[in-house]
């Protein structure tokens, strides 16, 4: 009898298509109509596919049936983690998965924050021709220090892509990294508020905990060189978004190429958007066609393992 995995998540059918024809055999996929599950839904489910919105106590405690919640992410966001251990519900993410899709769209925003890709662009769709409009603002990333804060697997990625375009790669984690990664990275420890005053490109590569809410506010963003470019990736409750627009209409910071907002969607009326010197993009860092696959297949399989291990008796099913 096939077991029903319960697709939470965005409803583009391009991600759906790559999920469906990933679905091994004796499972069935469902995709609620309207995003949001039914009661049908959760009491038909044995495993739920997380990839976007949440998964509280209200969902956990109407799924009699469920084994396992997969995220596809790295982190946990969203997973009311408690109840599901309470419940006797596995809860299970895929960290690293998507690093150099990350890493790469870092390099791809500060590269365009350094040139100003987004003004040149704009001005040649207008019909003005200005090759030199930034050229008092602009800069090679090759000499330049490229400060790393958070070096897990995509700060790490980040490190061999920055030193690849001959920068000065600099980073600070509340860990420091083995030797044997610092030397094969490139990257020099430097305490944070050091690699603040240092690095001519900040990018912020962080979860969001308490410990981090807020990390890069005013006073940070004061203590970067005037010029300099923050980009944001990670998780928008870590950098102030009032903070960054203040320190780029004032001409502190240079540019910013920022993924993570406050509010998704953006409103097209936020004022970040039309602040000076800044690359917008909607969330996609970890978005290629070769990371969703990547994951589908890392999550499926997870998924797999969990029913081998319940018809081999090494896990206790749920409510039992």
Not at 74 to 90: H, K, M, N, Q
Not at 99 to 122: D, F, G, N
Not at 254 to 279: C, F, K, M, Q, R
Not at 289 to 313: K, S, W
Request: net charge negative; with cysteine; proline share 5%.
């Amino acid at each position: 009898m096939a077991e029903t995995i319960l697709w939470i998540g965005e409803k583009d059918e391009g991600v759906l298509g790559i999920l469906r024809g990933e679905i091994p055999d004796g499972f069935e996929l469902l995709v609620p109509d309207n995003g949001i599950p039914t009661a049908e839904d959760l009491s038909r489910s044995t495993y739920i596919l997380n990839g976007a919105g949440s998964v509280g106590a209200d969902y956990l405690r109407s799924a009699p049936q469920l084994k396992l919640v997969q995220r596809l992410g790295a982190g946990l966001d969203g997973v009311d983690v408690e109840t599901a251990r309470e419940l006797g519900i596995e809860v299970a993410n895929l960290p690293a998965l998507n690093s150099i899709a990350v890493a790469e769209h870092t390099m791809l925003l500060a590269l365009a924050s350094a040139r100003h890709l987004c003004a040149l662009h704009t001005d040649m769709v207008d019909g003005r021709w200005a090759p030199n409009e930034q050229l008092s603002s602009t800069f090679e990333l090759h000499g330049k220090t490229f400060g790393i804060i958070g070096f897990g697997s995509i700060g790490r990625e980040v490190a061999r892509r920055a030193q690849a375009f001959g920068m000065n790669v600099r980073y600070f984690d509340v860990t420091r990294a083995p030797s044997h990664v610092e030397s094969e990275t490139g990257a020099v420890y430097t305490p944070f508020r050091e690699l603040l005053t240092r690095a001519d490109v900040v990018s912020v590569h962080v979860p969001l905990t308490e410990q981090t809410a807020m990390l890069i506010s005013h006073e940070e963003l004061a203590s970067m060189k005037r010029g300099s470019v923050l980009v944001s990736v990670s998780r928008s409750g870590v950098i102030d978004e009032t903070a960054v627009r203040r320190h780029l209409e004032d001409g502190h910071l240079g540019a910013a190429g920022i993924d993570v907002w406050a509010t998704e969607p953006v409103s097209p009326s936020d004022p970040l958007l039309t602040a000076p010197n800044v690359t917008a993009t909607p969330h996609s860092a970890a978005q290629t066609r070769d990371t969703v696959v990547r994951c589908f297949r890392a999550a499926l399989a997870n998924i797999e393992q969990a029913r081998r291990d319940e018809a081999a008796g090494l896990r206790t099913p749920c409510g039992a």
